[in-house]
């Protein structure tokens, strides 16, 4: 099981930092990944990381803003979010993929999803 928090209401300019915590199985052997859906708009990729922690990939829209990182200990996952803009608004999922896969950006390849936490950028 995987659950998000973390979302809200954000200024432009702002930051929010996502947690996806997972029960059940261990990350060590699972790739996370983060996507998001705006209204009207497909389930896109925002990053992913490896099992081991050491590979990460962004989608272009949030290189150099976005940044995630693994907490094995604590059995959870981030999303450093900087530099917030009305685009980023959207629901936020993590997802696992199956055991010891690679990261992958690719939603259809993920078969565990969270419920999603809402971030919404405005002023």
């Known amino acids: 099981q995987l659950v998000e928090s973390g979302g809200g209401l954000v200024q432009p300019g702002g930051s929010l930092r996502l947690s996806c915590v997972a029960s059940g199985f261990s990350l060590d052997y699972y790739a996370i990944g983060w996507f998001r859906q705006a209204p009207g708009k497909e389930r896109e990729d925002v990053s992913c990381?490896?099992?081991?922690?050491?590979?990460?990939e962004y989608a272009d829209s949030v290189k150099g803003r976005f940044f995630i990182s693994k907490d094995k200990a604590k059995s959870t996952v981030y999303l450093q979010m900087n530099n917030l803009n009305p685009e980023d608004t959207a629901v936020y999922f993590c997802a696992a993929r199956g055991f010891m896969a690679p990261v992958s950006r690719r939603p259809a390849e993920y078969r565990n999803w969270g419920q999603g936490t809402q971030v919404t950028v405005s002023s």
């Open positions: 990381i490896s099992t081991s922690g050491s590979g990460t």
